[in-house]
């Protein structure tokens, strides 16, 4: 069986062994340390052999893997490591055997600001004659030789920046750098990050190898660039021939790599300020082929190809022409809050389905903000008026701030926080709002006002408020409505004892969309939508002066979450959709027909139905003899009231009212 060893310790190496191993394709991979080790991952097809090697070694392990077979040889080791590549090659001749040569991209040719060398030596004597600090990001191999070379004094003013190795920690201990002066991260390093590392230590000069694009090279110069910091660049020793990693696995399999599926990331930038992303969103940013976004949320990014798009309408055609191997869609904020990651998750689902779509969460306001209020937001209630500022969705918001001590709030503008603390206030509810705006930004501000100070508060820019209740109200358990809680001029009212039956044996649930027919007053349909906010209530009334009252009812009692249709019933429901629960208060004689284009629209709907009429009732008794419902119940209720005649007291009894409720 044909043997394949490569000598890695690249982003290269790593790539052909990820491909073999894809292929179910065995393979030896050489590295020189356990840093390079754990790059690689190792399992039933790769293989990965740990230690520095000499040509004799080099031949040794030839001999051995080529006396069961057939052997081929891939050098994709750094493109500095000319020595190691020469020793390969050497090793392979000695036996007959030829290596294939993959070759990292080199950078085109610089245009001008740096300072260029042929080696080390050369490079270290130019900063002997500089002033300031120095970031040495050539790696651990030459620090040996950086070290020998330059003054005790150009030491104690270099930073250097190592892989978080346990021999580069050795290597930076044996040249005497102090502890302070080392960073040890893994790379490559985007713009933003290399800005804010020379930023930090007050670099003056950046030393580095030309070490193309997987080595972020482009990245370090144009930060470099950007701080005025002189850039002194080790060319790379000679100008190599060879081939990309697909054309090594071509020859090395006699087969194309398969096509990698589109990777797609959906990630949150933040509130918009460099310093606010993730670690991982400044790699996806490093690493993507394409990326999208806001124009906001695009100025601080560096890339070479930038889509000011949001949408995913506007999104996907590109995606489809394009096919990048790897693009990313910025959000602000966080994707999983209240954010338009979820919309362009489905579409990108929908389209590419072999394409691998991850998320990647970021920092959200509401985050932000409750840390800089020095807050803790587990007890916190969450809600967003960004984009859809209507006054139903104004009252949810002052309906939750109501009973709870904190809610966060994403707001359109500024404008929303005067409209907030007026309603606040019209409810007599005691609170103050922490308004931040324009967060991470230079422009940051953070004010805590009072409902007075709100009402006349001025800004602009991205806003976002805490709200916090200083004496929330308790919730009701059974929050039932009294009949002085309605305006009822001379329209007839379901009286309150049968009101609360009724609503009982609706056993609405959250999210139920509930149809009132025959609305009167409203009572009815304002008791259960005052149940819970989730639950969709439409009331039904043709009485021009009654459809009218039940408006001045809902706005008196602050609900969003009820609309009213005026017109007869039989000629409005046809074009509604099914109801969980319908409560028929009266029905102009048409019950018949309306149960049937209610049943029309789906099984499982519960009625409750008031009857006073011997007409009424005997209809209702049909009705349930031809559909036979298995839940049917029927209960008569008899209210009597307690009134005052002159010193004595006596009861006034009402009609009986029948109550039906079933399920058809």
Same mark, same amino acid.
């Given at each position: 069986?044909?043997?394949i ?5 690249t ?8 491909l073999l ?6 393979h030896?991979?050489?590295v ?15 293989k ?5 090697l ?7 392990l030839?001999?051995k893997?080529?006396?069961?077979g ?5 050098d ?8 190691v ?6 090793a392979a001749e000695?036996l ?6 993959i ?6 040719d610089p245009?001008?600001g740096q ?5 080390m ?6 900063l ?7 970031l040495l990001t ?8 950086y ?14 920046r ?7 920690l ?5 040249q005497?750098?102090a502890?302070d002066h080392?960073?040890?991260m893994?790379?490559p390093f985007?713009e933003?990050?290399n ?11 950046l ?11 482009a990245?370090?110069?144009?930060a ?6 002189v850039?002194h660049?080790?060319?790379?020793p000679v ?10 696995f ?23 300020a460099?310093s606010c992303?993730?670690g ?7 690493t993507?082929d ?12 560096s890339?070479?190809?930038?889509f000011?798009l949001?949408r995913p ?27 338009g ?16 779509i ?8 509401f ?8 807050e ?7 809600f967003?008026?960004?984009g ?7 009252e ?18 500024a ?5 907030i603390?007026e309603?606040l ?9 922490? =308004?931040?705006?324009?967060l991470? &930004?230079?422009? @940051?501000?953070? %004010? !805590? *006002? +009072?409902l007075?100070?709100?009402? #006349? ?7 976002c408020?805490?709200i916090r ?5 308790r919730?009701l358990?059974?929050?039932?409505r009294?009949?002085s809680?309605?305006i009822?001029?001379k329209v007839?009212?379901t009286?309150?004892c049968?009101r609360?039956e009724s ?13 009132d027919?025959?609305?009167?007053t409203?009572? =009815?349909?304002i008791?259960?939508? &005052?149940l819970? @906010?989730s639950? %969709? !209530? *439409? +009331?039904?009334e043709?009485k021009? #002066?009654?459809?009218?009252?039940i ?6 009692a ?8 005026e017109?007869?019933?039989t ?7 099914k ?5 028929i208060?009266g029905?102009?004689g048409k019950?018949?027909?309306i149960v ?13 139905i ?5 007409e009424?009732i ?12 298995k ?11 307690l009134q005052?005649?002159?010193?004595y007291?006596m009861?006034?009894g ?11």
């Amino acid at each position: 069986m044909k043997k394949i060893i490569i000598f890695a310790g690249t982003t290269e190496g790593r790539q052909l062994s990820d491909l073999l191993s894809k292929g179910q394709i065995p393979h030896t991979v050489c590295v020189a340390g356990g840093y390079g080790s754990r790059m690689i991952e190792q399992g039933p097809y790769a293989k990965v052999l740990t230690g520095r090697l000499d040509e004799n070694g080099m031949k040794e392990l030839f001999s051995k893997e080529r006396s069961d077979g057939e052997l081929s040889i891939a050098d994709a080791t750094h493109p500095y490591a000319a020595e190691v590549s020469g020793n390969i090659k050497s090793a392979a001749e000695s036996l007959g055997l030829t290596v294939i040569r993959i070759v990292r991209d080199q950078s085109a040719d610089p245009e001008g600001g740096q300072e260029e060398y042929v080696d080390m030596e050369s490079c270290a004597k130019a900063l002997d004659e500089t002033e300031g600090n120095i970031l040495l990001t050539t790696g651990s191999k030459e620090l040996s030789v950086y070290g020998r070379l330059v003054s005790e004094q150009t030491k104690k003013r270099t930073y250097v920046r190592v892989l978080p190795s346990v021999e580069s920690l050795q290597m930076c201990q044996a040249q005497g750098i102090a502890p302070d002066h080392i960073i040890a991260m893994h790379g490559p390093f985007d713009e933003q990050l290399n800005e804010a590392l020379m930023k930090q230590y007050k670099i003056r000069h950046l030393v580095t190898k030309d070490s193309g694009k997987a080595g972020g090279f482009a990245q370090k110069l144009e930060a470099a660039e950007r701080l005025g910091v002189v850039a002194h660049v080790l060319e790379r020793p000679v100008r190599e021939e060879g081939v990309s990693v697909a054309e090594a696995f071509y020859q090395l399999t006699g087969k194309e790599p398969e096509a990698e599926p589109m990777r797609i990331t959906l990630a949150g930038i933040g509130m918009g300020a460099v310093s606010c992303e993730t670690g991982e969103v400044r790699e996806a940013i490093r690493t993507s082929d394409m990326i999208f976004g806001a124009q906001r949320l695009l100025k601080n990014v560096s890339h070479d190809k930038l889509f000011p798009l949001y949408r995913p309408e506007d999104i996907i055609p590109v995606l489809e022409k394009e096919r990048p191997e790897k693009a990313l869609i910025l959000f602000s904020g966080d994707t999983g809050f209240y954010s338009g990651a979820k919309k362009m998750l489905s579409a990108l689902k929908e389209r590419f389905e072999d394409a691998r779509i991850e998320l990647s969460p970021g920092i959200s306001s509401f985050a932000y903000l409750s840390a800089k209020l020095g807050e803790s937001y587990e007890d916190a209630c969450l809600f967003s008026l960004h984009g859809r500022d209507t006054k139903e969705k104004l009252e949810s918001l002052v309906q939750k701030v109501r009973y709870g001590h904190k809610t966060f709030a994403l707001l359109s503008g500024a404008t929303d926080i005067s409209r907030i603390a007026e309603a606040l206030e019209e409810r007599g509810i005691d609170a103050e709002i922490c =308004v931040g705006s324009d967060l991470s &930004s230079e422009k @940051e501000r953070i %004010s !805590v *006002l +009072t409902l007075q100070q709100a009402r #006349e508060y001025e800004g602009s820019g991205i806003v976002c408020v805490l709200i916090r209740n200083l004496q929330p109200e308790r919730r009701l358990l059974i929050p039932v409505r009294k009949d002085s809680d309605f305006i009822r001029d001379k329209v007839p009212m379901t009286a309150e004892c049968i009101r609360h039956e009724s609503v009982i044996r609706l056993a609405l649930r959250e999210g139920d969309v509930f149809y009132d027919i025959g609305g009167g007053t409203g009572s =009815v349909a304002i008791e259960a939508a &005052s149940l819970h @906010e989730s639950l %969709s !209530v *439409l +009331t039904i009334e043709k009485k021009p #002066e009654a459809a009218g009252l039940i408006r001045r009812n809902i706005e008196k009692a602050h609900l969003s979450n009820i609309r009213v249709e005026e017109g007869e019933a039989t000629d409005i429901l046809g074009d509604l959709p099914k109801p969980d629960a319908v409560f028929i208060g009266g029905s102009g004689g048409k019950l018949f027909e309306i149960v049937e284009i209610l049943r029309a629209k789906g099984s499982g709907i519960r009625f409750v139905i008031n009857a006073v009429s011997l007409e009424t009732i005997t209809q209702v008794k049909q009705l349930l003899e031809q559909y036979d419902p298995k839940d049917a119940q029927t209960v008569v209720l008899s209210v009597s009231n307690l009134q005052g005649i002159g010193s004595y007291h006596m009861l006034r009894g009402a009609d009986p009212i029948w109550i039906f409720s079933f399920t058809l």
